[in-house]
């Protein structure tokens, strides 16, 4: 037998391992694990809708970036997660920048909330193996502290720009500093409250 067919032998033995692998991933995967890992990518999909508009991402160079959120969500351990969040800030610079797009706060509050939803996905995600059977009280939870994150920065950036409309030169500076203030203050006493037993 020469060494060649051997090489053809053990490349067809690894390759049957690795489908006899992914087959048995398969039939042994729960379902939460995999909607935690579907909610990384439809995270990331409203973020891009969000950031560019769906004109430009239908087109044969915006298909790509859907597809970042599908490796995320296939990897949740690996940088993958970072490029995917990453794609829809630059689209949204790229957008903003040199296409005009207009850069409303709405626009930019959904952006940055559907980044967040999409990290804390995968950062969840990470943390349950595919065959893991969990409660769904304990995505519930996760998520609903992620909401109260998200409504809490929702409030202090609505202070920051209705503090910036209302004053004008060095009152805008003092009302940022004192938002930040406040800010800092209710998250130290958020941690302080939740270490208390």
Partial sequence: MSAFVRDLREVGGGLRSRIRRLLTLVARATALPLVVKGAIWFWVIVALVVAVPTTALLTPPGIPLLLFGALAAAAPRTRMVTAALLAPMVAWVVATAAFGTPASPVRLLLLASSLYLAHSSAALAAQL???????????????????VVLAGTALVGLYVLLAGQLFDGAATLLATVVGFAVAVGVVGLLSRLLRRP
């Fill in 129 to 147: 193996p595919y065959d893991a059977i969990v409660s769904p009280a304990v995505v519930l939870r996760w998520f609903g502290r992620t909401a």
